[in-house]
């Protein structure tokens, strides 16, 4: 039974290599069930991939997941928290790459050249399912189902890049983020008009090659069109549509 949590958020383990699936369920924010299942395979059938994992954390915030230029190995698939992240350019600034959600993963653009090339940090306690890459690889090849996965996750992260990098308003960018944030939280069973900004307004107008001052006027403007409310960090989309109707041409994808 899949579970809503009014803010969007994982509850905290109570023990960091515990696991809320059995011997045939897969843990409710498995970065690999959805397709596995879709392609017949149960968690009996996957033994092989289950045992290639290491639960590792917590980590807390502001703490290094992995640094730029530490050795690729493994990749992280998200249990709990939120993770940012985020590069410095030769002048010295951060650019933030992306922020990521239980159930997704991290480490993926490090695939070449053998190393990490950015920083992952945590925003809040979180904790990682580690996959050796090189194991998962192997296994991949025999398991279409996780190969395909692996070129989607990939595929994305690209196709994101590529949109920010785009022409477009700071309303499109705005609507687009919260409402491909809130997509991502229904999809592992949390509430999809409700939820957490684990990230400051500071990281959201980075990612989104905004000014800070930007995003206020964003979030202001949306707020008086009745389209979100904004307590704090806490978000409520009141006009999901509306916000999606705005941010389409970066949806798109």
């Known amino acids: 039974m899949r579970r809503n949590n009014p803010a969007g958020r994982l509850p905290e383990p109570l023990n960091p ?3 809320d699936g059995d011997e045939t369920h897969f843990c409710r924010t498995c970065a690999f069930s959805g397709a596995c299942i879709a392609e017949g395979y149960g968690k009996p059938e996957l033994l092989e991939l289950h045992c290639l994992v290491e639960h590792v954390g917590p980590f807390h915030a502001g703490e290094h997941i992995f640094r ?8 992280f698939a998200v249990r709990a928290g939120t993770v940012k992240t985020s590069m410095v350019d030769p002048e010295g600034h951060e650019q933030v790459l992306g922020f990521y959600l239980p159930g997704e993963v ?6 070449y050249p053998d190393q990490f090339p950015c920083d992952a940090v945590a ?13 998962m690889s192997a296994l991949a090849t ?12 990939i595929s994305k992260e690209l196709g994101m890049a590529t949109l920010l990098a785009g022409d477009h308003n700071a309303d499109m960018r705005m609507a687009a983020f919260l409402t491909d944030l809130a997509a991502r939280y229904e999809e592992r069973g949390f509430s999809g008009t409700r939820f957490h900004l684990s990230m400051s307004r500071g990281d959201i107008a980075n990612y989104l090659r905004l000014a800070a001052e930007t995003v206020s006027r964003v ?8 389209l979100i409310e904004l307590e ?3 978000m409520l989309l009141r006009n999901p549509e509306g916000l999606r109707q705005i941010g389409k041409n970066l949806l798109s994808h």
């Open 232 to 234: 704090g960090r806490e």
């Open 219 to 226: 979030l202001s403007r949306f707020r008086q069109q009745g």
């Open 142 to 153: 025999r398991m279409p189902a996780v190969q395909q996965r692996l070129f989607r996750l």
């Open 106 to 111: 991290i480490g993926l653009n490090a695939i």
């Open 68 to 75: 730029t230029g530490d050795p690729f190995r493994s990749i």
């Open 123 to 135: 925003l809040d306690t979180a904790y990682f399912c580690r996959f050796s890459f090189p194991a």
């Open 17 to 19: 290599i515990a696991d």
